[in-house]
C-alpha cells in the first residue's frame, strides 16, 4: 500500500498508460474527506487515498484521484497540495467550531461572536433546529433555509454558511 503523501510517485501506472486518457486539461470540482485512506486512485491505480479530487475534463468521464495525481492532471502540483491543505484546515476548523464555547442569550438561544466579525445564533422551532447569522461589518443576516435535526447541525450549517459567504465575498 502506498501512501498519497509519497512525493516520488511519478504517473506512469493505470490510466496514465492508457491511450484515449487524457493527461492534462483536467479541473478540481471537490474533494471529499473519507475519514481514513480506502480509495484507490482512479487515475494511477497504485496510491490508496483518503482525500479524493474529484476531477473532471470535457472529453473524458470524472475520475476521483489522490492529491499527487490531480496536480499533474491539472498541471499545478503545488495549486493541487495548497487546495488539499486548505481543505483539511477547514474541516478542522468545522470540527473545532462545535467546541468553542458558545454562550446563552437573554432568550435563552445558543450564540457565539467570532473573532472575525460574524454573530450566529441557534434557536430551536418546534422539534427542529435553525440558525442565523450577521456580518456586523456589512449588517448582512442569514437564516437557515431548512430545519435541522439538532443544534449541533444547525451550528455546523451555520459554519458551512460563513465560510461560503466569505469566499464569496469581494
Partial sequence: ????????????????????????????VG????????HLCQMC???IVRYVHTMVHPDYAT????????GHMEQDLVGARQREASFKQRLSRRVNWLRREWRISYSGNEFINTHDGFNVVVFQNGETWGARFLDKQTGYIR???????????????????????KERKP
Fill in 63 to 70: 475520475l476521483e484521484v489522490g492529491c499527487i495525481c490531480a
Fill in 31 to 38: 474533494i471529499e474527506d473519507l475519514e481514513e485512506p480506502c
Fill in 45 to 47: 491505480e497504485v496510491q
Fill in 1 to 28: 500500500m502506498v501512501s498519497d503523501d509519497d512525493a516520488s510517485h511519478v504517473p506512469g501506472t493505470g490510466k496514465w498508460r492508457e491511450a484515449g486518457v487524457p493527461h492534462k486539461g483536467w479541473q478540481c
Fill in 143 to 165: 437564516y437557515s433555509q431548512r430545519p435541522y435535526i439538532s443544534a449541533d447541525a444547525a451550528k455546523l450549517a451555520a459554519f458551512d454558511a460563513i465560510t461560503s459567504y
